[in-house]
T-cell receptor, first 109, second 115 residues
Framework: GIQVEQSPPDLILQEGANSTLRCNFSDSVNNLQWFHQNPWGQLINLFYIPSGTKQNGRLSATTVATERYSLLYISSSQTTDSGVYFCAGGDYNTDKLIFGTGTRLQVFP | SAVISQKPSRDICQRGTSLTIQCQVDSQVTMMFWYRQQPGQSLTLIATANQGSEATYESGFVIDKFPISRPNLTFSTLTVSNMSPEDSSIYLC????????????FGQGTRLTVV
């Protein structure tokens, strides 16, 4: 099956710093999405981005589908950005969503 | 987008008992999905629930352990049966938008601890 690797696995930042999270897919996927899981366990949609670039405030994402990767940029990080970030892509054969390994982000004041 | 209400948000249960998790969606959806997230791990799909038919389970998950109901197009339940400490996880329900190739939306999750 499709493997989804995220890097780095852990990231510690001071407030105000910028960061880039990466998501690599072992095969082509559809429905590529980024989520933020808050400390209470809820998954919040950040981006639906099968290709191209999108921006939402301090966050932006870029997907290069032909090279099977996606990037999530966080600028001017805040303590509320802490949590786990997951990317996920749909398997073309099954339409099921495959989740990445996650990046745990901690932002300190 | 879809708004999903999932409950309970958390529970602590004795081993050997069962817990039923409910998931209510604010719109009619064809498929609902149930995921498990073990501590420190990513999400794993348990099963897909279609209205009017048996749920489809992923490899490693069986109906006797995780029975699912889907009585209508806005509601589903997942039961974790005969629980053991290894069942301690976050359980999440999910739906996708209308049509194919759309984003997924998740309920708040149920944090289950089995003692």
């Amino acid at each position: 099956g499709i493997q989804v690797e995220q890097s780095p696995p852990d990231l510690i930042l001071q407030e105000g710093a910028n960061s880039t999270l990466r998501c690599n897919f072992s095969d082509s996927v559809n429905n590529l999405q980024w989520f933020h899981q808050n400390p209470w366990g809820q998954l919040i949609n950040l981006f639906y981005i099968p290709s191209g670039t999108k921006q939402n405030g301090r966050l932006s994402a870029t997907t290069v589908a032909t090279e099977r990767y996606s990037l999530l940029y966080i600028s001017s990080s805040q303590t509320t950005d802490s949590g786990v970030y997951f990317c996920a892509g749909g398997d073309y054969n099954t339409d099921k969503l495959i989740f990445g390994t996650g990046t745990r982000l901690q932002v300190f004041p | 987008s879809a708004v999903i209400s999932q409950k309970p948000s958390r529970d602590i249960c004795q081993r050997g008992t069962s817990l039923t998790i409910q998931c209510q969606v604010d719109s009619q959806v064809t498929m609902m999905f149930w995921y498990r997230q073990q501590p420190g791990q990513s999400l794993t799909l348990i099963a897909t629930a279609n209205q009017g038919s048996e749920a489809t389970y992923e490899s490693g998950f069986v109906i006797d352990k995780f029975p699912i109901s889907r009585p209508n197009l806005t509601f589903s339940t997942l039961t974790v049966s005969n629980m053991s400490p290894e069942d301690s996880s976050i359980y999440l329900c999910s739906v996708e938008g209308p049509g194919r190739n759309t984003e997924a939306f998740f309920g708040q999750g149920t944090r289950l601890t089995v003692v």
